[in-house]
């Protein structure tokens, strides 16, 4: 009924207990769930989780906040992405918030991520925090609306979404869009419209009410759904079937 567009159950919080944690997603019907890839070097646990458990899928990236470990080279993204388990190129994007100075090599990244994705043939997972003027810019440099893909975790202006869906990206809604504080946050998900959203929980982070403050899990995000489905005065079942099939649609490896 669910899926959990973004998680990352390889995280040590969630790791040590992933039957645990595949079974709390079967009692809360989340179907699946995508385990995104922040470094190289612990791809191979993402990858090992997701030929496990054929109902979660695996992407490759590596994140705009590493500045250690493998460098995502061109070449190695796409011999990674080649396995049939990986349905997506990310996670990747601009980070302004947690780090300063000249950035110019998250930039160069973004821009081997996009690559790799229209090469690939595989959507993009994309973070942006405090860089949303440049990650359009680029997005609409390299060509990202030819892959496509999601912008995960959204906490922009609905003008970043509706910039961002121009160029044949999804918007999805985190446990952030629960918090009572997240006014703003719930304008932009009443005006995107449903065959433009997934939902994700970013866990084991932002836990949504009424977890918030404690680990989050992927059986958590029916509360992501439940709160679209009141801001839009919609059924939740609703949000789910458009959800779930909006993944599917995207991540077309997903199988």
Not at 174 to 177: L, N, R, T, W
């Given at each position: 009924m669910f899926v959990d567009s973004h998680c990352h159950i390889n995280f040590p919080e969630l790791k040590a207990d992933l039957d645990g944690v595949?079974?709390?997603?079967?009692?809360?019907?989340?179907?699946?769930?995508?385990c995104v890839s922040v470094t190289l070097e612990a791809f191979p646990e993402v990858l090992a989780i997701a030929e496990r458990f054929p109902n979660v899928f695996a992407s490759v990236g590596v994140h705009p906040d590493t500045e250690e470990g493998e460098e995502p080279a061109l070449e190695r993204l796409l011999d990674l992405a080649h396995h049939p388990r990986v349905v997506a190129i990310g996670e990747t994007g601009l980070d302004y918030y947690r780090l300063k100075g000249d950035l110019e090599w998250q930039r160069r990244r973004f821009r081997t991520h996009i690559?790799?994705?229209?090469?690939?043939?595989?959507p993009l997972?994309?973070?942006?925090?405090?860089a949303a003027a440049d990650t359009i810019r680029i997005m609409q440099e390299e060509g990202a609306a030819d892959a496509g893909g999601v912008m995960h975790c959204f906490t922009e202006t609905a003008e970043v979404a509706q910039a961002a869906m121009a160029l044949n990206f999804l918007i999805s809604f985190?446990?952030?869009?629960t918090f009572k504080n997240a006014t703003a946050l719930k304008d932009v998900a009443r005006m995107v419209p449903l065959d433009r959203m997934l939902v994700e929980t970013d866990s084991p982070y932002l836990a949504p009410v009424?977890?918030?403050?404690?680990t989050n899990q992927p059986a958590y995000v029916r509360f992501v759904a439940e709160e679209i489905s009141r801001l839009k005065s919609v059924g939740v079942e609703t949000v789910a079937r458009a959800t779930t099939d909006n993944f599917f649609r995207l991540f077309k490896d997903a199988a």
């Open positions: 595949l079974g709390a997603m079967a009692a809360n019907a989340v179907t699946h769930a995508l690559r790799a994705a229209r090469q690939a043939g595989k997972i994309i973070h942006t925090r405090e985190s446990g952030i869009v009424p977890y918030r403050g404690k």
